[in-house]
């Protein structure tokens, strides 16, 4: 079975641009998640989406949006691109989302860089 | 505000022995979970072992164990029989409740010497 993928994996930006990072969970699994990872640091918790709704939001600006589709597919969108934005962009998946442990899936990654 | 804190930005271990990787949090959830991450230097995050906050046993997952005191608010990683590819950052996270959110420490990088 397929694990979690994001695409792409690596990309590299200039300051003020936007960048689509996409995201698909294990199948079966109809919650995703985005972190930031920035170097040296943990990862930061972005979004949670369940069921194709928002379920839960980091301390991000609006510059960063996220939806789920159908499939449970998710995209995180991230607008006027800054230089902090450089990071690595975690998502990961879980069966559900709720009150019970529901241990999560990290796909690979995409590694953004903004120049 | 919820809060991990991992106070050991490295440890060195000699292959073969135990390590203790700390971990302390903060909440004021009565429900919530505790998790260790192994993330090798190719990136991807591991899930190694959970533990519930009304767990009253200690978790246990092969060569792992995690050391949780409720009242002190702490969750040690124990790797017993440290291998070479055990070197790597060790995340400890909390998730809350409604499990919508989860924070990670700042992680501990972990040596592991031949």
């Known amino acids: 079975d397929a694990g979690v993928t994001q695409s792409p994996t690596h990309l590299i930006k200039t300051r003020g641009q936007h960048v689509t990072l996409r995201c698909s969970p294990i199948?079966?699994?109809?919650?995703v998640s985005w972190y930031q990872q920035v170097l040296g640091q943990g990862p930061q918790f972005i979004f949670q989406?369940?069921?194709?709704?928002?379920?839960g939001r980091g301390n991000f600006p609006d510059r960063f949006s996220a939806r789920q589709f159908p499939n449970y597919s998710s995209e995180l969108n991230v607008n006027a691109l800054l230089l902090g934005d450089s990071a690595l962009y975690l998502c990961?998946?879980?069966?559900?989302?709720?009150?019970?442990?529901?241990?999560?899936?990290f796909g690979p990654g995409t590694r953004l860089t903004v120049l | 505000a919820q809060k991990i804190t991992q106070t050991q930005p490295g440890m060195f271990v000699q292959e073969k022995e135990a390590v203790t990787l700390d971990c302390t949090y903060d909440?004021?959830?009565?429900?919530?979970?505790l998790f260790w991450y192994k993330q090798p230097s190719s990136g991807e995050m591991i899930f190694l072992i959970y533990?519930?906050?009304?767990?009253?046993q200690n978790a246990t997952e092969g060569r792992y164990s995690l050391n949780f005191q409720k009242a002190r608010k702490s969750a040690n990683l124990v790797i017993s029989a440290s291998q070479l590819g055990d070197s790597a950052m060790y995340f400890c996270?909390?998730?809350?409740?409604?499990?919508?959110?989860?924070?990670f420490g700042a992680g501990t990088r972990l040596f592991v010497k031949a």
């Open positions: 199948s079966g699994h109809k919650s």
């Open positions: 996270a909390m998730g809350n409740t409604g499990g919508f959110k989860t924070i």
């Open positions: 533990q519930g906050s009304y767990d009253e």
């Open positions: 909440t004021s959830d009565q429900s919530y979970g």
């Open positions: 989406y369940y069921e194709k709704e928002e379920r």
């Open positions: 990961a998946s879980s069966l559900v989302a709720g009150p019970t442990f529901n241990e999560q899936f």
